[in-house]
């Protein structure tokens, strides 16, 4: 297992771990009952706290921040020299920790998304691993939750006696609910994105080398031109622009942390 700590990675903090680490992180949560606040950040991830000094403490308030996208794996190697095998795609992890869930009888709630990409998404999780126990699902209601519906979504996922929750509701609003829900779940929290979709079937993953070679990104972009083009032909240039910057010491990019001034958004 690998864990170089925590960098700062135009001030949001990113863990240099690898797959097998970070699993058992989340899985060592689950079994503690602890919190564990996840995520597997990409460029536009890394760029929503860039751009949002709140939300940046927010992002360095979660408990792993994993490296999905190679351009983040390859900036904490240029950065800091650690050279990990891999970025942690979100899929990957999502994978890694439901498989260690199935072989150790711990289970997982299910929230966000629309209700049938949420129903193909379990029935996919549940083909792939057949051990894995789903004790909720829950969609999205695509709407800021007023705070007694918030509480009944806690109470609804801790009467499942789920040990982790999945959620998928999109960069940033899932990373927003995972610091959120952090301190009144108190378990593992993935948030896991397109892994939904991926699951369900409904969005094919690049292939092999696309994800080698730093090529993922356009196979997306040709699939949801319309959704992605910005996100990968302005923000790219930008991020590299900076972490260029970072590398040769123009700028200084220290993280942040919350200061309580945070506006409760209630994602739901």
């Not at 001030?11 to 797959?19: F, I, K, P, S, T």
């Not at 397109?194 to 369900?200: C, H």
Request: net charge positive; aromatic share 10%.
């Amino acid at each position: 297992m690998i864990n170089k700590g925590k960098h700062s990675v135009l001030g949001v903090n990113v863990h240099a771990v690898d797959l097998e680490y970070a699993v058992s992180k989340i899985v060592s949560a689950a079994e503690n009952k602890q919190p564990c606040a996840t995520s597997a950040l990409a460029v536009h991830g890394v760029m929503t706290g860039f751009f949002d000094k709140i939300h940046r403490g927010r992002l360095n308030a979660l408990d792993l921040i994993v490296p999905d996208g190679q351009p983040v794996r390859m900036a904490l190697q240029w950065l800091y020299g650690h050279k990990l095998p891999n970025r942690i795609a979100g899929a990957d992890l999502t994978t890694g920790v439901a498989r260690a869930f199935a072989q150790k009888g711990l289970k997982v709630y299910l929230y966000g998304s629309k209700p049938d990409v949420l129903k193909d998404f379990a029935k996919g999780l549940r083909k792939e691993f057949p051990g894995l126990q789903i004790v909720g699902q829950e969609p999205s209601k695509f709407r800021r939750l007023t705070e007694q519906e918030r509480l009944e979504v806690v109470s609804r996922i801790k009467a499942s006696g789920a040990d982790a929750v999945f959620v998928g509701l999109g960069c940033p609003r899932q990373e927003v609910w995972a610091y959120e829900y952090r301190e009144l779940l108190g378990m593992p929290i993935l948030a896991v994105g397109a892994v939904f979709d991926f699951f369900a079937g409904n969005l094919p993953r690049a292939p092999q080398f696309c994800q080698d070679y730093c090529l993922e990104w356009f196979y997306r972009l040709i699939q949801e031109p319309k959704r992605l083009w910005q996100r990968y032909l302005v923000l790219g240039p930008i991020y590299i622009a900076n972490i260029l910057m970072q590398g040769v010491g123009i700028k200084a990019f220290p993280p942040t942390m919350p200061d309580g001034s945070e506006k409760l958004e209630s994602f739901g």
